[in-house]
């Protein structure tokens, strides 16, 4: 089935790094859009980066640019995020998401989600 396992949260000072990873199985994951969203608390969801199925393209929130980097590996099914130069506004729990489509069908798959806190 369908599985898409984020991991590499935790709790990090102020200006430190984490790098977060997302392991996909279950579809095809070289054909897929790849994005991580956040959801702080009381705050809706919001697109953080994004990256092409073959991850010549990228995109950022305005909030990360500069800041995070977006990678994947196709062979590895796996997509990462590197987020350096943490902020406190940065605490959020991390969602990473699949797009595309299998023939006719568009399909839109999420993970569980990892705790990212940032203290000041």
């Known amino acids: 089935q369908v599985q898409l396992v984020e991991s590499g949260g935790g709790l990090v000072q102020s200006g430190g790094s984490l790098r977060l990873s997302c392991a996909a199985s279950g579809f095809t994951f070289s054909s897929s859009a790849m994005t991580w969203y956040r959801q702080a608390p009381g705050k809706e969801r919001e697109l953080v980066a994004t990256?092409?199925?073959?991850?010549?393209?990228?995109n950022y929130a305005d909030s990360v640019k500069g800041r995070f980097a977006i990678s994947r590996i196709n062979a590895a099914n796996t997509v990462y995020l590197q987020m350096n130069s943490l902020k406190p506004e940065d605490t959020a729990v991390y969602y990473c998401?699949?797009?595309?489509?299998?023939?006719?069908?568009?399909?839109?798959?999420w993970g569980q989600g990892t705790q990212v806190t940032v203290s000041s």
């Open positions: 990256i092409s199925s073959t991850g010549g393209s990228t």
């Open positions: 998401n699949a797009r595309g489509h299998s023939g006719v069908r568009v399909y839109d798959y």
